[in-house]
Each structure stands twice: as C-alpha cells, then as structure tokens.
C-alpha cells in the first residue's frame, strides 16, 4: 500500500531531492519518455524529470484532440520559457476513431487508455528506443481506480497490470505519495509559477470526460467553447474546480418565438481540498446568470444551462 504524505508534514525540498534521486536511479544512463498535459500532477512530474535527467528526458505532448482551446501550444510556450523543450504530437484521428460509438463511461475511458498507453506511446517508446515513462499519478488516482468508482487512465500496477508486458515499457510514478495539496507544494518549490501550480484540476480523458455519450467532433466544439466560458467567468471564484458538462439527452426549449430542441450544458463549480470529498461552492444567483446567457448566446443549438447542487459523495467531480 502506498504511504501518503500529508501536505502539513511535506518537506519540498527532501520530497524534490529523494524523488530527483529515485528517478535518476529507476532510468539509470537510458532516455525517457515524459507525458506532458499542462495540468498541475504532469507539470510537477515534468520538472522533477527535468531536473533528473535534464536531455535525457524527452517531453511530449499529446494533442489528442480532446484538449482546452489552444492548449497545447500555451503549454510548449510555457515550458520552453522553463528550459523544457516540449513536442507536440498529432495523435487526434487515432484518439477519435478510438472513441467512435462508444457511450459507457469505463469503456470510454478504457479505449483512451489503451490508445493512449498502448498505441501513441507504445510507439514513441518504440522509436526512442526508451525504457521508462514518466507521468504524474497521484494518490488519489489511485484510491478512486482501486475503490471501483472510476477507472483513471493512468493507473495499472494497483489493478494487476503489469505496464511493461501490456505496452513494453515501466512506468515512474513519483507524485504517488501525494494528494493535489502537496503537489501544489512542490510545485510552487520547484519553480512553477501559480497560473500552473494553483490551476484547476483537468481530467486525463480531457473533455471526453464532459461528454455524456458518445465523443464526436461536434459535441467537443461545444463542450470546448462551454469549458471555455465557463473557466473565465469562474476563475476569480477560489472554488478548487469548475467545469462544464454537455449532456446526451435534447431538451425543449424556444428560439425566436420558435420551438428548439437543442443541447443542455450543465455546469459544476467545486470547494474541495483534495478531491476525495466536495461540496459545489454557493455560486451568486447573479453569476450563474451571467454565465448561463453567455453559453446560450455564444453557443448555436444550446438552449439550457443547469447547477450541479450534489456533494461528493454521492456525485463525483467529473461527469464521466
């Protein structure tokens, strides 16, 4: 059983040094390949790699077509300012033909994974000829996957799965002793400025995970602009994450005096420390106005906007 680390008692810098230690003991004289999102866990693990193993780590972002609005290149940006040259990888047809029909939720999230892990990097590794990916798991990944409630894309070893016989390559883990609160710790230690240590949680599954059903290239245009607004206008909140949901069901609504049976996008706003329990933050009435006429302004085909008002437990914090 991993042996948490509790923020209060985290020592950045005896925390930063062991794991520099053990990453440069794990790869030895080799490369590695880095799985870089731009969320707080890949950026942490991205500088601790980087400080490890310096060119001998090979950062890559993996535009799956499932990202934020011009992401991948703020991210890249980003990192370079930081000495970390980042590639961004093409890999969006393989990410949707993946999820082409597919409505369950684990099994959503099982064709990414294995798209992800198994082709994408598969073949990175294949061609780097490198023996190790480094990526950002926390500890409350895992404690969600091994509990049954969802399955986190980047958890294996916990569930029996050994990673270098299914895709050929070990995995290195080092915020896995750590819950969202310290790594922001290490984070901010490491030299992250807040925009990166302080942002809001995303999911691995990207925005997949805010599509009720089946992912296409439409609904993620429109969960892409939601998500879009939604972050703007609650970014000045405090809240611990907020996102928007695009959900399958249409639902009646009026445009022009006319009767539309459009999209309905629901809106969750969380206070939480470290995921494992939130409460939706008590948003203004104004607020949420304001946010609902600007999604159904700017949004053609949306015609409702509603407030997630359920705790986790029993809800979750992503819809998928």
């Not at 004289?29 to 780590?57: C, K, P, W």
């Not at 006319?258 to 939480?272: A, L, P």
């Not at 999604?295 to 986790?312: D, F, M, R």
Request: proline residues 3%; negative net charge; glycine residues 8%.
């Amino acid at each position: 059983m991993t042996k948490e680390i509790l923020a209060e008692s985290l020592n950045t810098e005896t925390f930063i040094t062991e794991k520099v230690n053990e990453i440069r003991q794990s790869v030895g004289e080799g490369t590695t390949i880095n799985a870089l999102s731009g969320g707080v866990d890949s950026s942490v693990a991205t500088l601790l790699g980087h400080r490890a193993l310096g060119m001998r780590l090979r950062t890559v972002f993996i535009q799956n077509g499932l990202m934020r609005e011009g992401e991948p290149e703020k991210v890249a940006a980003f990192f370079k300012d930081l000495g970390v040259k980042v590639e961004i990888i093409d890999a969006e047809e393989e990410f949707l033909s993946a999820l082409k029909g597919i409505t369950d939720p684990e099994e959503k999230r099982e064709a990414i994974t294995q798209t992800f892990y198994k082709e994408v990097f598969g073949r990175l590794v294949r061609e780097s000829k490198a023996l190790h990916l480094l990526q950002g798991t926390i500890l409350t990944d895992i404690d969600e996957t091994v509990a049954g409630i969802k399955r986190q894309h980047n958890v294996f070893e916990q569930l029996g799965i050994n990673p270098q016989e299914a895709f050929g390559y070990s995995i290195i883990e080092p915020l896995i002793q750590l819950r969202k609160d310290s790594v922001r710790k290490v984070g901010k230690a490491l030299g992250l400025t807040e925009e990166y240590y302080a942002r809001i949680p995303f999911p691995g599954p990207a925005l997949a995970a805010r599509i009720i059903g089946e992912v296409t290239r439409e609904k993620l245009g429109i969960v892409r602009k939601a998500t879009s607004i939604t972050e703007k206008r609650l970014c000045e909140t405090g809240a611990f994450q907020y996102m928007a949901i695009l959900h399958e069901d249409r639902v009646t609504g009026m445009r022009d005096g006319k009767r539309d049976f459009g999209r309905q996008i629901e809106i969750r706003c969380w206070d939480s420390v470290d995921a494992r329990t939130a409460t939706p933050t008590n948003l203004p009435y104004e607020t949420l106005t304001k946010l609902a006429n600007e999604i159904l302004e700017q949004i053609a085909g949306v015609v409702s906007v509603t407030y997630n008002i359920a705790a986790k437990p029993p809800s979750t914090i992503e819809a998928v």
